[in-house]
């Protein structure tokens, strides 16, 4: 049985290896019928330095192209990029590999151990069973093996012994192993350092015909492969490659250099100023509120109809349905719902009727609790408050679309309100809705939603307008303030957008590429 | 004090470092930055159990106050324990054995508690009850050899009935559902396409063109211009109006996190 | 109350009612439904139509089974329309999932030949499609740039062996078969971004006639292209496989599909004029009672 | 087909047939399928969570190598402690009196959610979309790229529109200006736009969706209903199916009768 293991590793491995062949070579073996070409010329200029604006981890070369490509012979078909690998990332791959495998056979042993015990089980009981048995050696849904009966007994103690033998072994191995691993990482850098003692040149990918740059980004996972530390000299080399794999220019050399990360995205920079644009406008103006600035805003039908159909509702006798669509508590579209619901929730406690608020998300209920209790709190009716009509339904979309369809015909709200994000199921909600003859206000930014909200709804809040809905019920002076600024942003937008239009049209393109965010 | 400013003392913190993180490309805030994103996942999970507590806290309600409807209550909970069940367990070899049973004794025992929640008198024998299952429960579980339980391994999202319950139960019903959008559809632009004034009819007019872009048997009538002219309104207009309003969201977006971050909307946390 | 105002107040469930019927109803029949057949396509089945005899088309199969109800049909009509006309195929599938749903298509087709048909008026006789004569399918090799561009050298570089093992060399179709001066047009049908690379590697620079098929979400990212002349056609989806199943008057699945489509598009557009017609005879009354409730 | 995967697909088919039921309106079967779906639902949800989310985050290497563990106490990463303790103050929940302890993780989320989104939005929303707008208009090409071609979507003019319909749609967005003269026209002018735009994509989707109500069609048609009436199939197969027909058939004829016996609501002209 310990035999049959071993097998099971070495077909493993095997398999493992010819895969990683298959995808290494492009284009295949050297073929009889290619015509014979001189090596190409080398690239030029070869230049190596660390990527910028990135967590580390990654080089970037440059070169200029050869002259073989796209002139000259127009042999070349990629550059192929090499890089200088210390033998000591062998043992740290090695290292890396054997912890893992051993993880996966604890794990492996500790699924099929009784599953093994239970197989011997059926099988001592009943012969017959053998046909039936489904028990695999490396992993679940792995091979079965059908035997005589008496063999497979044999073989599953064995393999049983062999299991209890070995496991508390290999759990014990896992620990040293890491250690060695951690330090095996810890030499990388010292043998990168003694470049070109003791490390061999090994190819990493090509780039195309054409191109002059190549980015080399290892993992910053030390568990994965392809990681290469920080901080440590790395030399690297092009060839640039003809369609027979053979015949190729000679190399050109760069190094040492070294990886690192960046404190700061200079490539971000335009959206940092537009936040602190946006800052200190929404200060200032809500600064002018306090002041008591008198802040004009126009009437948004969608918001007047919400104090109507919250009064039709009390006139009814019938409560309130209000949905905070099937985003999560950290989706700012649900954060901006909860603040509707709060002003919304308040109204409902004064006018002394219903609201029941059906939840896609445990948290986003939990908020929603806190919010309509604390809405009942202000408008000193908390005793009116009944945690019950704030409820999770399920966390899948399509079934709480159907549950909440179900309550729309049974409880019959007068209004649904729908504020929030909001998927395909806007318009299944919104039809029933119609259906039960509900008043409809919806809000969302899914704007692929918002037609079937504008069809199927008596009052739609667009886009932006959901953001500013709890400004407008709140009314307070503080909250107009932000509006304001978010008009303030408009303006420069537009501003800029013009300006930078009519540059580029009369050929000043500097002004918008100063937008440009890369990165 | 402990109810409100430490909330948001810390909704202050985590939105300010996370405002910052994004300039930072460095290692070290990207950890920090992987780390929170673990931390909401891990507060979904406990928090899951709240959702399930009111759930059931519903549907004993329902049940309670004989709600219309009520009956049907028992079915979602049975479909729950049943789904949490398949998830822990998974068949050891092609035996059933007594898995079914305890299946049902899982169901009985949790109905019983259901129904001890519900009921106006004495809850005692619906827990005796209860408690005889769970007891039967037990023993099978221990007795029985041919399937065994998967706490710590994802084995369970695997095993037979899991993956039948999924593929034929839940994905039908759903897609069913979506379906019915084809339905809804209809019936919505039949309802709303109406030229009641002229921005109706611009949405009518819009949607019409776009939907008889392939159709031949109105070719006739619109031209074979229609499928340029509804390629047209797809790549103009609706790309400007897709502008604007992707703008304007932004930028409500943002105003209001940065309203929630500096604590000027303050109606999202409880007060009391 | 008169016809009108029933219809403006119509029930919804008949519009469910009338949609269901009419869906079902097409579904289970089978009659045929005209396609108004865009140019793009209209441009890619004429170009084939006109080959002469004994061209050769190279159709790179680059999608895998998640695209394959958008695209199968296409290359379906296309590869049969190419055999009937006696032309040769060449084929890869430079997608990883690919080869195998590839060869097995390619065996339907052949049985499907086996069968005389008469499309478009002209009568074809059963023929036996050979592999190495009439067709050569070379299979997957990774890194589809590299593959397109060395192909574009000699296909033997990246394929010195077919999807079978056999030396190109020793396929008798492939003997004056070079690289992509040899080809009549490629016509690209792919569910992946392979596209993008038949475009700028293999069009951009070695100028073969090429059209692309995709899937209908990444029609449109295509487009442009058809301007900029680097293609000389595209079928886009179920409708562009219906359109060009319509030319080759060859249906297959996506005719069928496009049958349901029809018609419920058809009773969804007809409800939207009959609820306005209602709307706008009953409108002088609603005035009217308006004025009378203001006096 | 094997009689247990007829079995499977016919409880989808049923289920199926359930959910379209709710067309005609809300009945006994609907209300079971709604109730199951609920209940399976949240079990399949909670099982992905806890195996997906839960133990691979906090127990993930358990036992499976030389570190100790205590609950979700790993050696390796005891930093993951913060989050699980913030997790369990989630069940503060279930106690009315301490609920408000359950805040800190809330505050936490919601701080998360708004920090992370302020760069984010203002990035993806705002700055790309402004970029978009600044590409230059092709002037030398104002009346389409080849030839006078008024619907070509690359043309100067056309892009043009998209710029001053996005401008417009902005303006329309504004609140604290009143919507008159010049600004108002443009304001408009913008509301048209997108009205235009979103009739557009509203009728591009009815395809996608009708074709949904297909792939049902096709579902019950080879799946279920072929491999029934097949020859090669078990006799009893094609009874199940006349079966299910019979309930669907038996259905329709009562709710006929009580559509026959109806009452009508004198203001809507709905059913009661």
């Known amino acids: 049985m310990r035999h049959k293991l071993k097998l099971v590793l070495v077909l493993v491995l095997c398999a493992w290896t010819t895969a990683a062949a298959q995808t290494d070579t492009a284009l295949g073996d050297s073929v009889s019928a290619a015509p014979a070409l001189p090596p190409p010329l080398p690239v030029t200029n070869l230049q190596a330095f660390d990527t910028d604006n990135d967590h580390g981890h990654a080089i970037t070369l440059t070169w200029e192209k050869s002259a073989d490509d796209g002139a000259g012979e127009n042999s070349v078909l990629a550059y192929e990029v090499f890089r200088w690998f210390p033998f000591q990332v062998d043992v740290v791959d090695a290292l890396r590999k054997s912890v893992s495998e051993t993880r996966d056979a604890v794990r492996a042993f500790r699924i099929d151990l009784p599953r093994a015990e239970n197989a011997l089980h059926e099988l001592s009981e009943d012969p017959g069973k053998l046909r039936t048995i489904r028990f695999n050696v490396a992993r679940p849904s792995d091979s079965t093996f059908e035997l005589t009966v008496d063999y497979a007994i044999r073989a599953l103690e064995d393999t049983i012994a062999f299991m209890r033998e070995n496991a508390p072994i290999l759990k014990n191995r896992t620990k040293p192993l890491q250690q060695d691993l951690e330090k095996a990482l810890a030499r990388l850098p010292q043998a990168h350092a003694n470049y070109p003692k003791d490390g061999e040149w090994r190819s990493l990918g090509k780039a195309l015909v054409g191109s002059t740059t190549y980015t080399?980004?290892?993992?910053?996972?030390?568990?994965?492969d392809g990681f290469f530390p920080d901080y440590a000299d790395l030399y690297y080399r092009v060839e640039a490659v003809t369609v027979d794999e053979s015949i190729r220019s000679e190399a050109a050399t760069v190094g040492p250099v070294q990886s690192r990360g960046q404190w700061f995205h200079t490539g971000k920079v335009p959206v940092l100023g537009f936040v602190l644009m946006f800052f200190v406008f929404t200060l200032t103006f809500v600064q002018m509120a306090k002041k008591g600035a008198n802040l004009y805003v126009r009437p948004l039908s969608g918001i007047e109809a919400v104090d109507d159909a919250i009064g039709r509702a009390t006139e009814m006798g019938r409560p309130i349905l209000y949905l905070l669509g099937i985003g999560t508590a950290t989706d700012v579209s649900t954060i901006a719902s909860f603040s509707i619901l709060g002003r919304v929730a308040k109204r409902v406690?004064?006018?002394?009727?219903?609201?029941?608020?059906?939840?896609?998300?445990?948290?986003?209920?939990?908020?929603?609790?806190?919010?309509?209790?604390?809405?009942?709190?202000?408008?000193?009716?908390?005793?009116?408050?009944?945690?019950?009509?704030?409820?999770?339904?399920?966390?899948?979309?399509?079934?709480?679309?159907?549950?909440?369809?179900?309550?729309?015909?049974?409880?019959?709200?007068?209004?649904?309100?729908?504020?929030?994000?909001?998927?395909?199921?806007?318009?299944?909600?919104?039809?029933?809705?119609?259906?039960?003859?509900?008043?409809?206000?919806?809000?969302?930014?899914?704007?692929?939603?918002?037609?079937?909200?504008?069809?199927?709804?008596?009052?739609?809040?667009?886009?932006?307008?959901?953001?500013?809905?709890?400004a407008y019920l709140g009314r307070e002076p503080v909250l107009l303030g932000s509006l304001k600024a978010q008009d303030w942003a408009k303006v420069v937008i537009m501003a800029v957008a013009l300006i930078g239009m009519l540059g580029t049209a009369l050929g000043w393109p500097a002004f918008a590429q100063m937008f440009q965010v890369t990165g | 004090m402990m109810k409100q400013q430490i909330p948001r003392l810390i909704v202050l913190v985590f939105g300010a470092f996370l405002l910052f993180q994004f300039f930072v490309?460095?290692?070290?805030?990207?950890?920090?930055?992987?780390?929170?994103?673990?931390?909401?996942?891990?507060?979904?999970?406990?928090?899951?159990?709240?959702?399930?507590?009111?759930?059931?806290?519903?549907?004993?309600?329902?049940?309670?106050?004989?709600?219309?409807?009520?009956?049907?209550?028992?079915?979602?909970?049975i479909g729950f324990v049943g789904m949490v069940t398949f998830g822990f367990t998974s068949q050891n070899g092609q035996e059933w054995g007594w898995f079914f049973p305890f299946v049902a004794a899982v169901l009985l025992t949790v109905l019983m508690i259901v129904q001890a929640g519900a009921t106006k008198g004495n809850a005692l024998p619906f827990l005796g009850a209860a408690a005889f299952f769970a007891l039967c429960a037990t023993v099978i579980a221990w007795l029985d050899t041919t399937w065994s339980f998967y706490f710590q391994t994802s084995v369970p999202l695997q095993s037979f009935m899991f993956r039948r319950m999924f593929d034929n139960i839940l994905i039908s019903l759903h897609a069913t559902t979506f379906s019915l959008l084809a339905f809804f559809i209809a019936s919505a632009a039949y309802r709303a396409f109406?030229?009641?004034?002229?921005?109706?009819?611009?949405?009518?007019?819009?949607?019409?063109?776009?939907?008889?872009?392939?159709?031949?048997?109105?070719?006739?009538?619109?031209?074979?211009?229609?499928?340029?002219?509804?390629?047209?309104?797809?790549?103009?207009?609706?790309?400007?109006?897709?502008?604007?309003?992707?703008?304007?969201?932004g930028l409500g977006m943002v105003a209001t996190a940065l309203k929630v971050v500096l604590g000027i909307e303050r109606n999202y946390m409880g007060k009391g | 109350m008169n016809i009108f105002e029933r219809l403006m107040q119509l029930d919804r469930r008949w519009v469910f009612l009338l949609l269901a019927i009419v869906c079902v109803i097409t579904y289970a029949s089978s009659f045929e439904v005209p396609i108004l057949v865009e140019p793009e396509v209209r441009s890619i089945f004429q170009f084939i139509d006109t080959l002469p005899k004994g061209s050769v088309v190279f159709v790179p199969m680059d999608y895998d089974p998640g695209s394959m109800a958008e695209l199968h049909p296409m290359t379906y009509a296309i590869v049969e329309q190419c055999w009937r006309k006696e032309f040769k195929v060449l084929i890869t599938a430079l997608s990883q999932n690919g080869p195998g749903m590839a060869d097995q298509a390619i065996r339907e087709i052949v049985d499907s030949l086996k069968v005389p048909k008469t499309y478009n008026g002209v009568s074809y006789p059963a023929r036996e499609i050979v592999n190495g004569v009439d067709y050569a399918f070379l299979g997957y090799k990774p890194y589809p740039a590299i593959v397109i561009l060395g192909m574009g050298q000699n296909f033997r570089l990246p394929f010195p062996l077919d999807y079978y093992g056999t030396p190109l060399d020793s396929l008798p179709m492939m003997r004056d078969i070079q690289n992509y001066s040899d080809i009549a047009c490629a016509i690209n049908i792919s569910g992946t971004n392979a596209t993008d690379y038949w475009i700028s590697y293999g069009q951009g620079r070695f100028g073969f006639p090429l059209a692309i098929g995709v899937t209908g979400v990444s029609t449109a990212q295509y487009y442009p292209y058809l301007g900029s002349r680097q293609i000389f056609g595209i079928m886009g989806g179920m409708l562009g496989a219906a359109e060009y199943e319509e030319l080759a008057d060859n249906a297959g699945n996506a005719k069928d599909a496009m049958r349901v489509q029809l018609s419920a598009h058809l009773v969804i557009i007809a409800f939207v004029i009959m609820g306005n017609v209602g709307f706008f005879a009953t409108m002088r009354k609603r005035k009217r009672g308006l004025a009378e409730g203001g006096r | 087909m094997d009689y247990t995967t007829f079995l499977w697909t016919t409880a989808g088919a049923f289920l199926t047939l359930c959910i379209f039921s709710f067309l005609y309106k809300d009945n006994?079967?609907?209300?079971?399928?709604?109730?199951?779906?609920?209940?399976?639902?949240?079990?399949?949800?909670?099982?992905?969570?806890?195996?997906?989310?839960?133990?691979?985050?906090?127990?993930?290497?358990?036992?499976?190598d030389g570190n100790w563990y205590l609950l979700w106490l790993d050696s390796?990463?005891?930093?993951?402690?913060?989050?699980?303790?913030?997790?369990?103050?989630?069940?503060?929940?279930?106690?009315?009196?301490?609920?408000?302890?359950?805040?800190?993780?809330l505050a936490m989320y919601i701080g998360i959610g708004a920090g992370m989104a302020i760069p984010l939005e203002m990035r993806a929303r705002v700055n790309e979309q402004l970029s978009a707008m600044m590409r230059s208009i092709d002037w030398s090409h104002f009346f389409g790229t080849n030839g006078f071609n008024l619907l070509d979507t690359m043309s100067g003019l056309s892009q043009s529109i998209v710029f001053i319909g996005a401008i417009c749609g902005l303006v329309y967005f504004f609140f604290s200006k009143a919507h008159t003269g010049v600004f108002g026209g443009m304001a408009k002018f913008g509301i048209w736009i997108l009205m235009i735009g979103f009739g557009a994509s509203f009728g591009f989707t009815v395809m996608a969706r009708v074709s949904l109500f297909i792939n049902r069609m096709q579902f019950l048609d080879q799946r279920w209903i072929k491999p029934a009436i097949a020859p090669s199939a078990p006799w009893w197969y094609e009874l199940v199916l006349y079966f299910v027909a019979a309930v669907v058939v038996a259905y329709a004829a009562w709710e006929l009768a009580v559509f026959l016996r109806r009452k009508k609501n004198p203001e809507t002209n709905q059913v009661i």
């Open chain 4, 28 to 64: 006994p079967f609907y209300k079971f399928a709604e109730h199951l779906f609920a209940g399976l639902s949240a079990g399949y949800f909670a099982m992905i969570l806890w195996h997906n989310g839960l133990i691979p985050k906090l127990m993930y290497a358990r036992l499976d």
């Open chain 2, 25 to 77: 490309p460095h290692e070290s805030s990207e950890w920090i930055y992987e780390f929170l994103l673990d931390w909401t996942i891990i507060i979904g999970v406990f928090a899951l159990a709240v959702g399930i507590w009111s759930l059931f806290n519903v549907h004993v309600e329902k049940i309670k106050t004989k709600k219309f409807g009520w009956k049907y209550s028992y079915v979602t909970v």
């Open chain 1, 216 to 224: 080399n980004t290892g993992s910053k996972e030390t568990t994965a």
């Open chain 4, 76 to 105: 390796s990463k005891p930093w993951y402690l913060i989050p699980a303790l913030l997790g369990i103050l989630m069940w503060a929940r279930f106690s009315k009196k301490y609920q408000w302890v359950s805040r800190f993780p």
């Open chain 1, 349 to 470: 406690a004064e006018y002394q009727t219903s609201i029941i608020v059906p939840c896609y998300d445990p948290i986003v209920m939990a908020v929603a609790q806190e919010v309509v209790k604390s809405s009942y709190l202000d408008a000193a009716r908390a005793d009116d408050y009944k945690q019950e009509s704030v409820f999770f339904v399920t966390n899948y979309q399509f079934a709480y679309v159907a549950a909440v369809n179900g309550i729309m015909l049974r409880e019959r709200p007068a209004t649904n309100i729908y504020m929030g994000k909001f998927m395909a199921e806007s318009l299944l909600l919104a039809e029933t809705g119609t259906l039960a003859g509900s008043i409809q206000i919806a809000g969302t930014d899914e704007i692929a939603q918002i037609p079937f909200f504008i069809v199927a709804c008596d009052y739609t809040l667009i886009g932006e307008e959901l953001y500013a809905a709890s």
């Open chain 2, 194 to 249: 109406r030229a009641r004034n002229i921005m109706a009819s611009l949405l009518l007019l819009a949607a019409l063109v776009v939907m008889s872009r392939f159709n031949p048997y109105l070719e006739p009538i619109f031209g074979e211009h229609v499928s340029r002219l509804s390629n047209w309104l797809m790549n103009v207009p609706n790309l400007a109006a897709q502008r604007a309003v992707i703008m304007g969201i």
